[in-house]
């Protein structure tokens, strides 16, 4: 495929497709129908994540402070979180910003320098009730696989 230049004239249809990088951030639809499912790991997948204190955290900081993305079900791994989500009436912030923010309110309340969360969030827009389930299916297995319970 012939390389364009700047000073080129072509059309936008004759341009190359196709990104060097994938895409960040996720346009929602307004129809209710934006759901993503995540992951956010420990920093060098640290075993810290599994305890009562740390649910509570999460739990309290995505109900009561980063709320512009609801959060549904979740499941806390040793040294990893899975959830469910999508954005709040009214608010968009990108899901990454978003992680950062409850990452960082985390961190200031947690009080443990050791609980500390790795870069970014892995993200998969749910597109269909088929990849909702397969999912949650994956997110009920994981304990199994890592053999944390029978």
């Given at each position: 495929?012939?390389?364009?230049?700047r000073?080129?004239?072509?059309?936008?249809?004759?341009?190359?497709?196709?990104?060097?990088?994938?895409?960040?951030?996720?346009?929602?639809?307004?129809?209710g129908?934006?759901?993503l499912?995540?992951?956010?790991?420990?920093?060098?997948?640290?075993?810290?994540?599994?305890?009562?204190?740390?649910?509570?955290?999460?739990?309290?900081?995505?109900?009561n402070?980063?709320?512009?993305?609801?959060?549904?079900?979740?499941?806390?791994?040793?040294?990893?979180?899975?959830?469910?989500?999508?954005?709040?009436?009214?608010?968009?912030?990108?899901?990454?910003?978003?992680?950062?923010?409850?990452?960082?309110?985390?961190?200031?309340?947690?009080?443990?320098?050791?609980?500390?969360?790795?870069?970014?969030?892995?993200?998969?827009?749910?597109?269909?009730?088929?990849?909702?389930?397969?999912?949650?299916?994956?997110?009920?297995?994981?304990?199994?696989?890592?053999?944390?319970?029978?």
């Amino acid at each position: 495929m012939a390389r364009l230049s700047r000073e080129s004239s072509a059309s936008e249809d004759d341009r190359p497709v196709g990104r060097r990088t994938p895409a960040k951030g996720v346009l929602p639809t307004y129809d209710g129908a934006t759901t993503l499912w995540c992951t956010v790991c420990t920093e060098d997948r640290a075993g810290w994540c599994a305890t009562d204190e740390v649910m509570s955290l999460l739990h309290d900081i995505w109900q009561n402070v980063a709320t512009a993305w609801l959060v549904g079900d979740y499941l806390l791994m040793p040294d990893h979180v899975h959830f469910f989500c999508s954005p709040a009436e009214g608010k968009y912030f990108e899901v990454e910003r978003w992680t950062l923010f409850w990452k960082d309110r985390f961190s200031k309340r947690c009080g443990d320098p050791e609980w500390p969360w790795q870069r970014g969030v892995f993200h998969h827009r749910l597109r269909s009730e088929g990849e909702y389930s397969e999912k949650m299916t994956y997110m009920r297995n994981n304990p199994v696989r890592k053999a944390l319970v029978r």
